[in-house]
């Protein structure tokens, strides 16, 4: 009984090591058999129509903004407006204590009324010389030299009321009103300061926004871009064709305007490599500040746009390509050219593929050039569909 019992022991791992060779036999492929075709969702690239977005960082300024800056020598008696109070053409701003060009009008209107008196003088001189000389009493020589100072006198009237009028500016200098409507920026000097009109810092700013100017710069690629997108044979033909434009303000959020692109700096800033551009928007409810920054928003229409996943694309060595798959599922690795700008997470293709040609969607990473797949066609809506919900 032993015996058997030691045999069976013998025989069991014989037994184990035959059963695990069966079982690894069946798992593996019959030899010598063609390999299993793995499976690989695929999409047909179709043409669509869609637009573009590009934002480009901007600063905001009033149509004018006009430094207020005085023109006499003297201390601020007064001071009409507050900080960013809105103001209209023409309302008192300022007032300048200088009491010598008061005196300087006072000076002028006396020195008028000596020269009056002056020229009173000369004229009766004039009128009693002329009779004597018809009558050859005395010489036509006196009566040429009473005209003369006649004359004279009249021409030193003339330069006294010049005298007054200029004296009379000066003074009208000291009351300073606003040239624009707009709305007052800071203002650094308090009642008593002493300002002059060689101040290097003006008294305040006044900033016409009823309509605000956004300057943005695109850099020489860009601006070329740009101007080929649009109809013309000019630069001024083509920003007719420019479509209006938005702005995004600093927190974010789309200024309910939209602007329009009037101008387009004809220099390149060769420290910069870029052109300054323009754009204008109206500000009915004052919204918008001088010096405020935002971002011009620039709309780009496409009708029959090329678009591909990003996660569709391999990069290498800075080249785009895509896994393209033919008829008898064999993959192509193509590289594609595609524009700058992007719609949400799809490129726009410009040249490599065209419309009906099937990509290899996602998951290729361990695929080969010439490889064979299995294509699982994904529907366009199912990976264009985030497309049209924007």
Request: aromatic letters at 6%.
């Amino acid at each position: 009984m032993k015996t058997k019992i030691q045999s069976l022991y013998l025989l069991l791992p014989a037994l184990l090591m035959i059963s695990a060779c069966g079982n690894n036999d069946q798992k593996k492929a019959p030899a010598g058999g063609p390999p299993q075709v793995q499976a690989y969702p695929v999409v047909a690239v179709t043409n669509q129509s869609t637009s573009l977005e590009t934002d480009y960082p901007a600063t905001l300024e009033g149509i004018q903004n006009v430094d207020i800056r005085p023109k006499v020598d003297g201390f601020i008696e007064k001071i009409y407006v507050d900080e960013g109070a809105a103001v209209k053409k023409g309302q008192l701003l300022f007032t300048i204590n200088a009491p010598q060009y008061e005196q300087l009008v006072r000076t002028a209107s006396a020195a008028i009324s000596s020269a009056e008196a002056n020229v009173n003088a000369a004229q009766l001189q004039v009128n009693k010389t002329k009779p004597l000389v018809e009558k050859d009493i005395i010489s036509k020589y006196d009566l040429d030299a009473a005209q003369l100072t006649l004359q004279s006198r009249q021409a030193a009237l003339a330069q006294a009321k010049a005298e007054l009028v200029n004296a009379r500016v000066n003074l009208g200098y000291t009351k300073i009103t606003s040239p624009v409507d707009g709305v007052i920026g800071s203002i650094p000097f308090k009642t008593g300061s002493l300002v002059s009109g060689s101040s290097a810092q003006p008294l305040t700013t006044v900033s016409n926004i009823s309509k605000i100017y956004a300057y943005f710069s695109m850099n020489e690629k860009q601006l070329l871009d740009f101007s080929r997108n649009y109809k013309g044979n000019t630069l001024s033909a083509k920003m007719k064709n420019i479509p209006a434009v938005s702005l995004v303000l600093s927190d974010g959020t789309k200024y309910a305007e939209n602007g329009k692109i009037e101008s387009i700096n004809g220099l390149i800033n060769t420290n910069t490599g870029s052109a300054s551009l323009r754009a204008t928007f109206s500000n009915p409810l004052m919204l918008l500040r001088s010096g405020a920054s935002a971002s011009v928003r620039i709309p780009q229409h496409l009708d029959n746009a090329l678009l591909i996943p990003q996660k569709s694309t391999i990069d290498l060595q800075g080249k785009k390509f895509v896994y393209v798959v033919d008829g008898k599922g064999i993959i192509k690795n193509t590289e594609v050219e595609i524009m700058e700008l992007t719609k949400g997470n799809f490129y726009v293709v410009t040249k490599g593929l065209k419309a009906g040609d099937k990509i290899v969607l996602e998951g290729f990473q361990s695929l080969k050039d010439g490889a064979e797949i299995k294509p699982e066609e994904q529907s366009a809506d199912s990976v264009y569909g985030e497309l049209q919900s924007k």
